[in-house]
């Protein structure tokens, strides 16, 4: 099994910055791929950004490209998603998941683990 804990959301103003941390415990970390999705209010989960095992690769979804950056520290068994440049179509409840297997990592369906969320909203 695998615990995983959002915390760093809140409500900021556009163009303000959020750091969202996800703690993991269960497993052997590093070994997992990990990544963050996002839900607005009745849409779809969506992928926001992944990292590969010892964080050499990263991806991001176009919309946040350039604003977000993913990262992890396999020591503390912690992702991060540095969110900066908020906008309010940034809202959304942010979840971080593990993935055991493979697959591909933009869908959520490849991800095997789950946090509870974390709430992000940004004001106009």
């Known amino acids: 099994q695998v615990q995983l804990v959002e915390s760093g959301g809140g409500l900021v103003q556009t163009g303000g910055s959020l750091r969202l941390s996800c703690a993991a415990s269960?497993?052997?970390?590093?070994?997992?791929?990990m990544g963050w999705f996002r839900q607005a209010p009745g849409k779809e989960r969506d992928f926001v950004a992944r990292?590969?095992?010892?964080?050499?690769?990263?991806d991001y979804a176009d919309s946040v490209k350039g604003r977000f950056t993913i990262s992890r520290d396999n020591a503390k068994n912690t992702v991060y998603l540095q969110m900066n440049s908020l906008k309010p179509e940034d809202t959304a409840v942010y979840y971080c998941?593990?993935?055991?297997?493979?697959?591909?990592?933009?869908?959520?369906?490849?991800?095997?683990?789950w946090g509870q969320g974390t709430q992000v909203t940004v004001s106009s």
């Open positions: 998941a593990l993935q055991l297997g493979l697959g591909s990592a933009y869908s959520d369906r490849s991800y095997d683990y």
């Open positions: 269960g497993r052997t970390f590093s070994m997992y791929p």
């Open positions: 990292i590969t095992l010892s964080g050499g690769r990263t």
